[in-house]
Every structure is written in structure tokens, then in C-alpha cells.
């Protein structure tokens, strides 16, 4: 019921998801939106995303996903957790589902149409970018 939502950020259950929620209504597309979850900074891979919201010519938007592997010094408490973490799922045998990337991790490009009342609410806003 809420045509401006683009997506919804979780990340309670530490995965790197992307799922897409269809309109119920297919005469109204905006109505769908992402549900983009991340892993954690805590436990291991060690995880963030970054986002970027881009307009696109076709009045739709663009979101841009992007999984960031953070540097950890080696000896740092970062970089002793990452060990023990590692450590935890091999002695406790847990394995990750891979994506159909083939990876754990993957970065995105969402698409998301807009209602013809979003679209004229942002024409004014920044420049568009080609799609």
C-alpha cells in the first residue's frame, strides 16, 4: 500500500539476501519493493553494504548494492574474531547457501518503478542517469 518504498534494509538473520516483493496488483507495479539484508561486522564474513539511489531516464530508479570487505590488521581484535569465527563454522560444520552468483556475497543493481506521482515529485530532483 505504500508506492514510495523502495526497499527495506535488514539484517537480522546475517546473509547477504536480495528478494523482491511483486505488486499484489499488476496494473500497479510500484508497489513492489527490495527487502536487501547484509550480514553483520560481528561474526563472520564480516560484512557491509553500501547503497546508491540513481534516477534513471525511464522514470524508474536504480539502487545499487555494493558488498565492502573491510581491510583488518593482522593481529587486531578485527582480525582475531574474523579467526575465531572461522574457526566456530568449521568446528560446528556450518555451511553457507550459495547464491546463483556462485558466491555468499554479490552486489546488485535493483530496479524500481515508480507511481506516476513519485515520478513527478523527483523530476526536479538531480540529473538522470542512462539505462
Avoid at 21 to 36: A, I, M, N, R, Y
Avoid at 45 to 69: A, K, Y
Avoid at 78 to 85: P, Q
Avoid at 112 to 129: A, C, F, N, R, W
Amino acid at each position: 500500500t505504500y508506492p514510495n518504498l523502495l526497499m527495506w534494509i535488514a539484517g537480522h538473520r546475517h546473509l547477504n539476501t536480495v528478494k523482491s516483493f511483486k505488486s499484489p496488483d499488476p496494473t500497479k507495479p510500484e508497489l513492489g519493493f527490495w527487502q536487501v539484508e547484509t550480514s553483520s561486522l560481528r561474526e563472520y564474513p564480516q560484512q557491509l553494504r553500501t547503497f546508491e539511489i540513481f534516477r534513471n531516464n525511464d522514470n524508474t530508479i536504480s539502487i545499487l548494492t555494493t558488498n565492502v570487505d573491510p581491510s583488518v590488521k593482522e593481529g587486531s581484535f578485527a582480525d582475531i574474531s574474523r579467526k575465531y569465527a572461522i574457526a566456530a563454522y568449521e568446528i560446528y560444520k556450518v555451511k553457507f547457501n550459495m547464491n546463483p552468483t556462485g558466491s555468499v556475497s554479490y552486489n546488485a543493481e535493483l530496479v524500481k518503478q515508480l507511481s506516476p506521482e513519485m515520478q513527478k515529485k523527483i523530476q526536479k530532483y538531480g540529473t538522470p542517469v542512462k539505462n
